[in-house]
């Protein structure tokens, strides 16, 4: 069974900063492009990042440009995600994805394998 597992969720003041990781089981991602999403109440999923199987390119939604950093490390987690200087606006779900997919998607539709997601909320 292909799992993947988000960690590293909580509440944090505004201005802090949280680190997200993704792991994996059942099958091996070193291959996939690997995105995090989010999802406020209410509100549709959203795309935050995205990294090619390489490590190579990254991807931002301008709303975490220069504050969000994603990274991977095939040998042990997937795809981690450094969030700095958070803001309200940030509390949400925090998704991992993950797709065999040979560009980088920004959409949910491009991703084929989530995790449960992790709850991330920032206090003014």
């Known amino acids: 069974q292909v799992q993947l597992v988000e960690s590293g969720g909580g509440l944090v003041q505004a201005g802090g900063s949280l680190r997200l990781s993704c792991a994996a089981s059942?099958?091996?991602?070193?291959?996939?492009?690997m995105g995090w999403f989010r999802q406020a109440p209410g509100k549709e999923r959203e795309f935050v990042a995205a990294?090619?199987?390489?490590?190579?390119?990254?991807y931002y939604a301008d709303s975490v440009k220069g504050r969000f950093t994603i990274s991977r490390d095939n040998a042990k987690n997937p795809v981690s995600l450094q969030m700095n200087s958070l803001k309200p606006e940030d509390t949400a779900v925090y998704y991992c994805?993950?797709?065999?997919?040979?560009?980088?998607?920004?959409?949910?539709?491009?991703?084929?394998?989530w995790g449960q997601g992790t709850q991330v909320t920032v206090s003014s």
């Open positions: 059942g099958r091996t991602f070193s291959s996939y492009v």
């Open positions: 990294i090619t199987w390489s490590g190579g390119s990254t």
């Open positions: 994805a993950g797709d065999r997919r040979l560009r980088v998607g920004m959409t949910p539709k491009d991703y084929s394998y």
